[in-house]
């Protein structure tokens, strides 16, 4: 009973805000990303790829946040290991800049993957210092290399992780994913507020990528959530807290 006194005022809370037309980060909960685009507001862009949307949290994207270290410890690890990495969702290339002290990228040859718009703005934003840094915005045009990096791309990517790993030339023996945002339920995607524009954001049923994982015929050999990245969305609170998550999968032998 006080379970569901609990939802129902929940859901009415987040109804209210709603109808408020509140400025919220998340609104709406939707069936797939082509109904989430259909319900952008009026006025605002839809979606990540445009020019205008490029500059949207790149400083701080390009920062080191502790949910970083685990990638980063990682990446430290199999150095040795890794002489080329396909950085997918990339963005300009603001973990390649958050990084370089940490790592020596000039022994990696490091391929952002990104939307064509992001692609442009990498490639019209590149330092001398960026010397093992590229840009592809079709992933079958990256040479096969030995580490597949996804922070932060899942809750935006609209196709399923499988699909997008056998577009690769070849599977990479680590992939490392960063920042995937899960829920106990069902796939739900939302609209995240971007200010110019609202993109599609996935919250995954936690199952999704693990059994991904296993179609691709990788084990999980490391996994971390991110508490202080949890989060509701708030015009929907009564689907629960969205756990944000990390892992590093190594292809079987
Ligand atoms: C939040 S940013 C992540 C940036 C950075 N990797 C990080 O961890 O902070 C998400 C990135 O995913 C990219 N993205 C979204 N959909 C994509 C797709 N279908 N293919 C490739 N990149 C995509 C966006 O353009 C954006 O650069």
New binding site residues.
């Given amino acids: 009973m006080r379970a569901r006194l609990k939802y129902a005022a929940l859901l009415a809370y987040g109804r209210y805000r709603a109808l408020r037309r509140e400025n919220v980060r998340f609104r709406g909960a939707f069936g797939s990303f082509d109904e989430a685009i259909a319900n952008v507001r009026p006025g605002l862009m839809a979606g990540?790829?445009h020019d205008r949307v490029t500059p949207v949290?790149r400083e701080v994207?390009q920062q080191v946040p502790l949910w970083d270290f685990p990638i980063l410890y990682w990446l430290k690890r199999l150095t040795p290991e890794i002489t080329r990495l396909v950085?997918?969702?990339?963005?300009i290339g603001?973990?390649y800049r958050a990084f370089g002290p940490y790592l020596d990228l000039d022994c990696i040859d490091w391929i952002v993957?990104?939307?064509p718009s992001?692609v442009k703005a990498g490639r019209a934003q590149i330092r001398p210092q960026d010397r093992t840094l590229s840009f592809v915005d079709r992933i079958e045009e990256a040479p096969a290399a030995d580490v597949l990096l996804a922070?932060?791309?899942m809750p935006?990517?609209?196709?399923p992780l499988v699909d997008l790993v056998r577009r690769l030339r070849a599977p990479p023996r680590h992939i490392l994913l960063?920042?995937v945002v899960t829920r106990d339920g069902p796939t739900v995607v939302t609209l995240e507020n971007f200010g110019v524009a609202e993109v599609p954001y996935h919250i995954r049923n936690v199952g999704e990528v693990p059994a991904a994982l296993e179609t691709l015929g990788y084990d999980i050999i490391d996994s971390w959530t991110i508490d202080s990245l949890a989060h509701r969305i708030q015009t929907h609170p009564e689907l629960g807290r969205a756990v944000y998550r990390g892992y590093v999968a190594r292809l079987r032998s």
């Fill in positions: 990540y790829d949290s994207m950085d997918a969702g990339g963005h603001v973990k993957y990104d939307l992001l922070s932060g791309l935006y990517l609209n196709e960063n920042k």
